[in-house]
């Protein structure tokens, strides 16, 4: 099971800045790019490679971002693409959305046996009038459309981490371990270190032609109640791309970002004037606001990452521990610790 490490900080050399409630800055691009694409943690990086071929042959960021993250579909990872872990009865169930700056849109959601939501998601946003298919329907639609139907089978690692989930079955929907590996929520609890129970690809990217996109997909939870849908495949949640303002897309509890309507938000914010960086700020700081004077938030991690028009970037999380890719350069794919709140 391949899982993302909490990183070194390599080349910036930020261990000595960790001390420091908030990272220090440093993280944030403030420079004008074009093009350039960025993703949610670090199966972003892989992601990232593909979409660059694309966008640096002056191609459209919607096929950059469509293109990206197939590659983390089709991986073995553990929350992305079949591979992923299942839901509590055992089965996969996938989301996904994408955008462009115009405001075309197609999403889907509790999609089983199927290898790319993404691009069926792009098959609802081109050739439908709808922007939003789901389930049996949404299965239906992409068989007519070619997308051959995979068999109902749980990967090796995921059948593994189901087995040893099923033993303890504990249903607590928190989502943080990548800040304390002793809350885990539908993870049993003895899930080895290089396990996690929730995982989602975002990507955002500006192109050549000034062209905004994103898109994002997800198995969601892992052990999640069967018919759960999270924030991935919610316009306005998930993912939210205005070329006029801004793109951003999240990770993390969806149900918080469900409730706050977290990158449409965040775009909002960008619109306002705000740069990427300090738009996810006042997203995050929105959620924890609902949990004033509880404990609540301890078990709650988002993290929202943004690009604006120009190709300025930034991101941030309520707990130390997300990450996200950014690339720019042939020579520039680079993981980047993610700002936070709390440590
Ligand atoms: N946001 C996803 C969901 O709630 C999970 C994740 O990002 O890891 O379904």
């Not at 590996?181 to 955002?204: C, E, R, V």
């Amino acid at each position: 099971m391949h899982r993302r490490k909490l990183l070194k900080l390599g080349s910036f050399g930020l261990g000595a800045l960790a001390t420091h409630k908030l990272f220090a800055t440093g993280f944030s691009g403030h420079a004008e790019r074009k093009p350039i694409v960025l993703s949610t943690w670090d199966a972003g990086i892989e992601a990232n490679k593909a979409a660059w071929k694309i966008l640096r042959e002056n191609g459209h960021a919607l096929d950059a971002v469509e293109q990206g993250v197939m590659v983390t579909e089709s991986s073995q990872n553990c929350c992305v693409g079949l591979g992923a872990n299942p839901d509590r009865d055992g089965y996969v169930t996938l989301d996904a959305s994408i955008m462009n700056g115009n405001g075309d849109c197609g999403a889907v959601a509790f999609l089983e046996r199927i290898k790319h939501p993404i691009s069926v998601a792009r098959r609802v946003m081109e050739k439908t009038p709808h922007v939003f298919l789901v389930g049996s329907g949404a299965q239906q639609f992409a068989v007519e459309e070619g997308f051959p139907l995979e068999k109902q089978v749980l990967s090796s690692d995921a059948q593994k981490t189901y087995d040893e989930w099923l033993k303890e079955h504990h249903y607590k929907p928190q989502v943080n371990i990548e800040n304390s590996k002793g809350q885990q929520a539908f993870a049993p609890s003895k899930l080895s270190n290089n396990q996690w129970n929730h995982d989602t690809i975002g990507m955002i990217a500006l192109d050549g032609h000034g062209n905004l996109g994103g898109s994002c997909t997800t198995s969601g939870m892992a052990f999640k109640m069967r018919g759960r849908v999270g924030d991935s495949p919610i316009i306005g949640a998930g993912l939210f791309v205005d070329n006029e303002a801004g793109a951003a897309v999240s990770t993390g509890l969806g149900e918080e970002v469900i409730r706050t309507c977290g990158t449409h938000l965040v775009v909002e914010f960008m619109r306002q004037g705000l740069s990427p960086r300090d738009a996810c700020k006042n997203a995050v700081s929105r959620i924890i606001d609902r949990y004033k004077n509880t404990d609540k938030i301890k078990d709650i991690q988002v993290g929202f990452i943004a690009l604006s028009p120009k190709g300025e970037y930034g991101g941030f999380c309520i707990h130390s521990g997300f990450n996200y890719a950014v690339c720019y350069a042939d020579t520039y794919n680079q993981l980047i610790n993610s700002e936070f709140i709390y440590k």
